[in-house]
């Protein structure tokens, strides 16, 4: 069984290799990475340091992802070795010669690099208690939500449902025609019992004959849905309780760091220098084929995850790549995954 691997994971950072400083840019004005000291390595692959930093972060990435659980070290250093092979590999085939791959390798960058300014935003962002409080009065604190609990008699056409209603009236029980006549699976057996539901988990006519309806009543005309025809008994009904401020605040906050990081993303952008040198026309809303939509990104900002298996994980006792999950702060851009067959070359399929 072939196990996935995201070749951009190897692939980004080839270029970043030649640097003498942290924060440096080199002549194009690309982000180069600093120096790692020999004290600061974990190993070295070819002479090529991975940083002890590097091993760390996976390590802990993994856990928060597993809910505590870790993966031994020197597994998170085989795998980060696999990767270092596979960029030096492309680094001496001059893969990024290739400008279908250059322009993966840039996007991966990017992404990375969009993600951690996205959280550094967000610490900056941070919503006040009162500005909590005050979103959360205004679309939470005040919200009520009407809850029902009803039968229903489901036949195929109006006369049958007129039917029944006089059969109703003339004092048969609603359970027992419910069990015999109805068409719906889900409840005919309960004797036509829906439970309790709210308004939005039925169809408009049926929730508003539902509404309208006051405790034990029945109603006196049929219910036309797409469905069929309904004979709808009102049981009970209640009001449910918004949730405290307390249960909700964590969301309240990230909603309201949302808003403003896509508010600072739109001020940027309207005061960016963009000059647009190709026209795409954007497809038909609804036409299959349609590309999803940027957005802004998600508030949590949270960090890429990545997968490295346990003692039992068949990959890693036939020594093949570890499965990898890369997620982006820009919602539904993900980078393109490639299979990577398990054999001893461990080489990854070459791209399109």
């Known amino acids: 069984m072939n196990k996935r691997l995201l070749v951009l994971v190897a692939l980004s950072g080839v270029s970043l290799w030649s640097c003498d400083q942290a924060g440096k840019t080199s002549a194009e004005g690309a982000i180069v990475l600093p120096p790692v000291s020999r004290d600061d390595t974990a190993v070295l692959v070819n002479g090529r340091p991975i940083s002890k930093q590097s091993v760390d972060m ?3 990435e993994i856990a928060q992802r597993r809910g505590g659980e870790g993966v ?7 795998e980060l070795v696999k990767r270092e092979i596979l960029r030096q590999s492309a680094e001496k085939d001059q893969l990024l010669k290739d400008p279908s791959i250059a322009a ?10 969009s993600q951690v300014a996205a959280e550094n935003l967000l610490k900056k962002l941070t919503p006040t208690d009162e500005e909590i409080r005050k979103e959360y009065d205004q679309r939470v604190g005040a919200m009520k939500a009407s809850e029902y609990k009803a039968r229903h008699i489901l036949v195929e056409d109006e006369k049958t ?3 029944v209603i006089k059969r109703l009236g003339k004092g048969e029980k609603f359970d ?9 699976p889900g409840s005919k057996n309960n004797g036509g019992d829906l439970g309790w539901f709210s308004p939005d988990q039925m169809v408009p006519p049926f929730a508003n004959a539902v509404i309208a309806l006051k405790n034990g009543e029945t109603t006196k005309a ?42 600072y993303l739109d001020e940027q952008k309207s005061q960016a220098k963009i000059e647009t040198l190709i026209k795409y026309d954007a497809p038909a809303a609804g036409k299959p084929g349609q590309p999803p939509a940027a957005v802004a990104p998600a508030a949590t900002g949270a960090p890429a995850a990545t997968e490295v298996p346990d003692d039992n994980d068949e990959s890693a006792e036939a020594g093949g790549p570890v499965e990898v999950e890369e997620e982006t702060v820009i919602e539904e851009q993900v ?4 299979e990577v067959p398990e054999d001893d070359t461990q080489t990854p399929e070459q791209p399109e």
Not at 72 to 78: E, H, L, R, Y
Not at 104 to 113: F, G, H, Q, S
Not at 335 to 338: A, D, F, I, M, Y
Request: charged content about 35%; cysteine-free; overall charge neutral.
């Open 176 to 184: 027992a025609i419910a069990k015999k006549l109805s068409k719906d």
């Open 335 to 338: 980078p393109p995954e490639e």
């Open 161 to 163: 449902a007129l039917d």
């Open 72 to 78: 031994p070290k020197d597994k998170i250093v085989d």
């Open 222 to 263: 049929p219910v036309k849905t797409d469905f069929g025809w309904h004979v709808i008994q009102r049981e009970s009904s209640r009001e449910q309780e918004a949730p405290s401020y307390e249960s909700v605040k964590p969301q309240v906050q990230s909603f309201l760091q949302s808003d403003k990081l896509q508010r």
């Open 58 to 60: 996976l390590a802990t």
């Open 104 to 113: 993966r390798v840039d996007n991966a960058i990017r992404m990375t690099l």
